[in-house]
């Protein structure tokens, strides 16, 4: 007799919205950030981007996506934080599940509209 399970469900936990400099290495696991590409190493499948205050580096997971990307442009990436447990790390880095161009939207503009709805806003702390 054959006894048919249900497939394993998960979730991905969703990504907070940060600006670069506002990202708490202890607390956040899943992030999305915003910055121009300023470094990009094949050899290593990374790409550095800066948002004017802070730098992440990125480990792209697709050598594909790698190929798209300029340096100069602007983009969205979506992804984890490249942690090692227990050790609180200087630098920075992630993995970019997702990466958006976003070539065309104003980044100051941005910025101060996230700046602008996280005064607004509770923080995630008292949630």
């Given at each position: 007799?054959?006894?048919e ?93 997702i ?21 607004k ?7």
């Open positions: 007799m054959v006894v399970s249900e497939p394993k469900k998960f979730t991905v936990l969703p990504a907070k919205e940060r600006l670069i400099s506002e990202i708490e290495q202890t607390s956040d696991s899943r992030i999305a950030v915003m910055g121009t590409i300023v470094e990009k190493n094949d050899d290593s499948s990374s790409i550095i981007i800066d948002d004017g205050e802070k730098q992440i580096g990125v480990i792209v997971m697709s050598d594909f996506l790698l190929d798209s990307l300029k340096v100069g442009k602007l983009v969205r990436v979506l992804g984890s934080l490249f942690k090692i447990e227990g050790i609180e790390q200087k630098e920075l880095e992630m993995r970019g599940e990466i958006q161009d976003m070539t065309g939207l104003n980044f100051e503009l941005y910025k101060k509209v996230h700046n602008f709805t996280k005064e806003t509770p923080s995630d702390e008292k949630k």
